[in-house]
Each structure stands twice: as structure tokens, then as C-alpha cells.
């Protein structure tokens, strides 16, 4: 059929405009114009994703057409809602608020343009909607009155002009406690002779919902995060906490694999430069506890949260997830995986993907090819790599030992799976840390040689780059440390332990400028992080000259973990950098009760750091000798 040809077809219509744009148009037209540019681009991207087209953009008014109700009723939900959210950052006078209508309709197509009473009836509908929100026609209300979660109020009957029949409408209701509810419905009187059948199916069917709702599980309510109470601002990009999967095999043992998967997920995320994700250390907090979504949402600055299960048992798994909206307080979605344990790492990627596609984030071909790639597809040595990382984060001899074993086992497995010599690496450097190596300088040269075997590997893995330039600092290979470590940050932006690494190497170099922000930024991928990230910090904040602030994340550190013996030195060394001497002895004992032996001169002769002088000046002065 030629493009120009008029032809019939039943589709559903989404019309859509401003209210109040004549008045903000009259205030501010330079910045109206501005804001309904940014906000038409964001609408059609939201109606391209749920495959409508956008037909006409006359003035404020959007006109739109789907290839069904529901993905027009979805699409419509989306953009209110994507909308509320962008209003927030405007002040009140200058937000664009619009008014949705749906209809389904027999509309005449010519030249890519839409006609009939359908459109007509879809402008009358909007005309009756809320500002920010969305009324639709019978017909629509047929089609997805069992397929959305959201409730809907019965407005009547309207008529509309140049159409014979009233319409009936009604509103959908966008609020988390309204989903399921139906108000104000009316019902046409039940022909006489129908009534005895009639009221025995009703009977049955009350009976019948009553024992239902007794027994079935029932669905949790969420209360909406508020952004107010948010530590940090909300992210311009989606931001999401992945919470550790619960365990509900009923076996200690495989808290590994629980845990692995979800260390999966976040760094698939990671990889995403779209995508905010909250680091490892800060989800794991929650790991065990029985907390609200928006707390999760509040204490971590974030929009989504994706929680979940798994059943491992053998070679068969069952895991379940769901994301959820925390700003509005309703499910995204929810999902069940019933599959053999081979099939682990298929579960990872489309779990991954529906994550990334329900956050709205389009990924180009090169960064799908990067989020699904986890280095192997070998089952025993992906396997032996999640109980290495189990072990090796425990942080003591013992499992040092036994994490090294594990790495060691899932290279012979797989030789060209690169975080698994990265895993390895790790046990080597916890050797040195530890004082359980026979030869520091062997470990921390096997630790060279590893890292470099991974980023051979791969050459994408920005975390072991990360580890190697920090390595390369502790050497005193300042200028490679930093360049390699900068690496690390451009290949895993969302990586709290990339930003972390950088933040190490510059303030190794006596480059506090530099550290400061990387800390922050880690900090801000993890909110609850570990000790070090905070004494970093301090410590780089110290070496600027800002003594206040030093000992604020100093003592931060320390309330964090009271036996951390760096968070010890450096709070010695920042007191007594500051002139406050009485505090820095006192610090200074606590270093002492912590290590006895302790010993500036064995702790020189080792340290390759460029303000070493300043520093063992000022522990020798706050009497450590």
C-alpha cells in the first residue's frame, strides 16, 4: 500500500499535554521552550521502549499511538512517573505537568497522520485527567484492568462532542496503596430471570475469595523512600542496590554461592557507565536483616533495589528476584528461575538485562558484549572462584590460606579465567599484610606477576588494574602507579574499589588533590564502607593541611572499626601533624595496646610512601619510637 494511502486501522491512541502552559509560557518562555524540548525528547524515548509511535507534537500537545492498550497504559505510567521525577529538580512555579488520555479507537491513517473519533475521544479523555495523571476509555480499562497492578476510579459517564454515545472513563490510580482497588464502578441492572444463577455464581465467588484471602500470601506493601531523608543526593543516573540473596537451601555451606551470585550481579551493573550501583561492602551490611526497602533507599541514596532467593539443591536451583521502585514504593517486577545449576550464568545475564531494561538504560552492542562477560563459562571454576572470594574476605590466616588453595584450583580448571588470578593475587598481598610470607618482596612480586596474567587476559578488567597500580605504590612506583590505577578507573567507572585504588596511589605520591576526589567518589559508591576508606580520606585531607576535616573521618574510622591499627597511626600522626599533642599521645597509646612491638624504625625502613618524613616526624613527636 503507498504511504499516502488512507486506510482503516483499531489502535490504541495516547494524547498528552501541558497544563497551565499558556501561564508558564507567559512567565518564562525562553525556559518553557527549554524544558518541553528536554521533556518531549525524554517522552518519545519512553514511547519508543514500549513500542509507540509518536504522530503529531503540535504546540504543548503530544499525540501518540501504540499497538496496544497495555503497552500505551505502561508507557503512560512510565513517563507520569520519569516526569515526577525530573519536576522534583525544577522549583514549583516552573514545573511541566501533563495531563494523559488513552482510547482505543478505529481511526483512517494517511501521510503518517492519525484521524478519526478515536483522536478525538483520546483528547477529550485527557482533557478530564489530573495534572500528572492518566484517564482512560472503557475500552482500555477492558483490556489491562487485570494485567497492571495499579487501581482505577470509575468518573461516569462524559459526552463528547460530534460522538452519539457517552464515554465512560476513569483514572488510573498511581499510588502503591491504591493497587488492586476499583472505585466508583457502576453496573448495569441484571435481567430478572438471571438473578437466582446470578446470585448463587456471587455466593460462590465471595465464598471462594474469602478462603483465598485467609490463606494466600499476601503481597508486601512498601512504603515510598522519601528524598528528603536521603544521605546523599539521588544520582542523575539510575542508581540501584543489589541486597545479598537470601539463602534458603537450609545449608550454611552454600552461603558462597548466595553471596557470589549477588557480587555477580553488582559487578555485571558495574560495568554499565549508565548505571550507578552500590558497592559490595555497603549491601552486605543489610546481609542477614530483616529491613524496609525505602530504609535501604534513604540510608544509601538510591532509587532501586533488587532483592531475592536461592534454593540450591544439588545440581538444581531455583532463585527468585524482584526490583523495586523504592522512590514510589511498588514492584517493577518479579521473577523465578527454575533451572540446572549449568545454567547459572544464563540466569546471571537475563537477570542482569531485565535490571538494565527496567531501568531505562539502553546499552550499545559493545556493552552488552561486556556486561555478559564474566570471564569463564567453566562451572567447576567459576564454582571454586565464588568460595576463594568467600574465604579470602574473612581476613585471617586461616582462610587466607584456604581462599589461595580454592584461586589455585579454579585456574587449573580454567587457566584463562582472569579473576581468578586476580583472587590469587589477593591471598599473596594478605601473605605480606599478615607477616606470614617468608619473603615480602617474593609475595608482592607474585602479586605483580598475577594481576599483569589477568589484565593479559582481559584487558578490560578494570579492578585488576585498580589492584596493580596500588601495588605498583606500594613499591614506590608512583608515576606507574598512578597512570595504571587510572586505568583501572576508565574501565570501571562504578567501581568504589577502582576510585579507591586511584585515591591510595595519589596520596602515596603525596598528591592529596588528586586522592581527595577519588575517595569521595568511593565513598559515594559505598556508602558504608570499610574503615580504610575513611582513613584514606583523613589522611589525604591531613596531608592538605585541613586538620579539622582529617580528624572528623579519622575518628569516623575508628568508631567504625575501635581495633583498626592504621585508623590508629594516622589518627596519631593527624593530631600531632595539627599541633595537638595531648591528643596525639593519647592516640598514640591506643597504637601501642593494639601493637606493642610496634617500631618507627622497621616501619621506615619499608615504607616507600613520598611524605614519609612528615609523617614518622610527627608519630616520633607524639612519643612512638
Not at 39 to 67: A, M, Q
Request: a negative charge.
Amino acid at each position: 500500500m503507498a504511504d499516502n494511502a488512507i486506510h482503516r486501522k483499531l489502535t490504541a491512541i495516547l494524547s498528552m499535554d501541558v497544563k497551565g502552559y499558556s501561564k508558564l509560557m507567559g512567565d518564562d518562555d525562553e525556559s518553557t521552550v527549554n524544558t518541553i524540548t528536554a521533556y518531549r525528547t525524554i517522552i518519545s524515548e519512553l514511547i519508543k521502549k514500549h513500542h509507540g509511535r509518536v504522530v503529531d507534537t503540535p504546540g504543548d500537545n503530544i499525540l501518540t499511538e501504540f499497538s496496544s492498550a497495555l503497552n500505551a497504559v505502561n508507557g503512560a505510567i512510565e513517563i507520569q512517573r520519569t516526569l515526577d521525577i525530573e519536576n522534583s529538580n525544577l522549583p514549583d512555579d516552573r514545573r511541566m505537568v501533563f495531563r494523559i488520555g488513552i482510547n482505543v479507537g478505529d481511526i483512517l491513517h494517511s501521510d503518517n497522520c492519525i484521524y478519526g473519533d478515536g483522536v478525538n475521544v483520546a483528547a477529550r479523555i485527557e482533557s478530564l485527567a489530573d495534572p500528572g495523571g492518566i484517564c482512560i476509555s472503557r475500552g482500555v480499562f477492558e483490556q489491562v484492568k487485570r494485567k497492571i497492578r495499579q487501581g482505577f476510579e470509575y468518573l461516569g459517564e462524559h459526552k463528547v462532542k460530534n460522538i452519539s454515545e457517552p464515554v465512560r472513563i476513569y483514572r488510573i490510580l498511581l499510588a502503591s496503596e491504591d493497587e488492586g482497588k476499583l472505585i466508583g464502578e457502576s453496573f448495569q441492572p441484571i435481567a430478572k430471570s438471571k438473578i437466582p444463577v446470578t446470585i448463587a455464581v456471587a455466593v460462590i465467588l465471595m465464598c471462594s475469595a474469602a478462603i483465598l484471602w485467609m490463606f494466600y500470601p499476601k503481597a508486601q506493601e512498601i512504603e515510598p523512600a522519601s528524598k528528603e531523608k536521603m544521605e546523599y543526593p539521588l544520582p542523575e543516573k539510575p542508581s540501584i542496590a543489589v541486597l545479598p540473596f537470601s539463602n534458603m537451601s537450609g545449608d550454611p555451606d552454600q552461603e558462597y554461592f548466595c553471596d557470589g551470585l549477588t557480587e555477580e550481579i553488582i559487578t555485571a551493573l558495574s560495568k554499565v557507565p549508565e548505571v550507578f550501583v552500590i558497592a559490595r561492602n555497603s549491601v552486605f551490611t543489610y546481609k542477614g536483616k530483616a529491613v524496609k526497602v525505602n530504609q535501604v533507599a534513604e540510608e544509601l541514596g538510591i532509587r532501586y533495589v533488587l532483592e531475592g532467593s536461592v534454593r540450591k539443591d544439588g545440581d538444581k536451583l531455583r532463585i527468585t528476584a524482584q526490583l523495586i521502585d523504592a522512590i514510589y514504593g511498588h514492584h517493577l517486577w518479579a521473577e523465578r528461575y527454575n533451572r540446572d545449576l549449568k545454567e547459572i550464568f544464563a540466569v546471571q545475564d537475563e537477570l542482569t538485562k531485565k535490571i538494565i531494561t527496567a531501568m531505562q538504560v539502553e546499552l550499545t552492542e559493545g556493552e552488552q558484549a561486556r556486561v555478559a562477560s564474566r570471564g569463564t563459562n567453566n562451572l567447576e571454576a567459576y564454582l571454586k572462584y565464588l568460595q576463594a572470594q568467600s574465604e579470602l574476605i574473612k581476613l585471617n590466616i586461616e582462610n587466607n590460606e584456604l581462599g589461595r588453595q580454592l584461586a589455585q584450583e579454579a585456574i587449573e580448571f580454567d587457566p584463562q579465567f582472569a579473576m581468578a588470578y586476580r583472587a590469587l593475587a589477593t591471598a599473596h598481598l594478605m601473605d605480606v599484610i599478615f607477616g606470614t610470607s617468608k619473603s615480602p618482596k617474593e609475595s608482592i612480586g607474585m602479586r605483580i606477576k598475577l594481576l599483569k596474567q589477568a589484565i593479559e587476559l582481559d584487558n578490560s578488567y578494570g579492578e585488576a588494574y585498580g589492584a596493580l597500580g596500588f601495588t605498583y605504590s606500594i613499591i614506590g612506583k608512583h608515576d606507574e602507579a598512578i597512570e595504571t590505577a587510572d586505568q583501572g578507573v576508565a574501565l570501571a567507572p562504578n567501581s568504589a574499589e577502582t576510585h579507591l585504588m586511584l585515591g591510595h596511589t595519589f596520596r602515596f605520591a603525596n598528591k592529596p588533590e588528586g586522592a581527595i576526589p577519588e575517595y569521595e567518589k568511593a565513598i559515594r559508591l559505598n556508602p558504608i564502607p570499610p574503615a580504610v576508606y575513611y582513613t584514606g580520606l583523613g589522611m589525604s585531607y591531613c596531608l592538605a593541611g585541613h586538620f579539622d576535616e582529617a580528624i572528623k573521618l579519622c575518628e569516623k574510622a575508628i568508631r567504625k572499626e575501635p581495633n583498626d591499627f592504621i585508623a590508629r597511626l594516622a589518627m596519631t600522626a593527624v593530631y600531632s601533624m595539627s599541633g595537638q599533642e595531648k591528643e596525639a599521645r593519647s592516640a598514640a597509646k591506643e597504637v601501642l595496646r593494639l601493637n606493642p612491638r610496634y617500631s618507627i624504625e622497621k616501619a621506615e625502613k619499608r615504607a616507600k610512601i613520598k611524605y614519609k618524613d612528615k609523617w614518622f616526624d610527627a608519630l616520633r613527636k607524639a612519643g612512638l619510637s
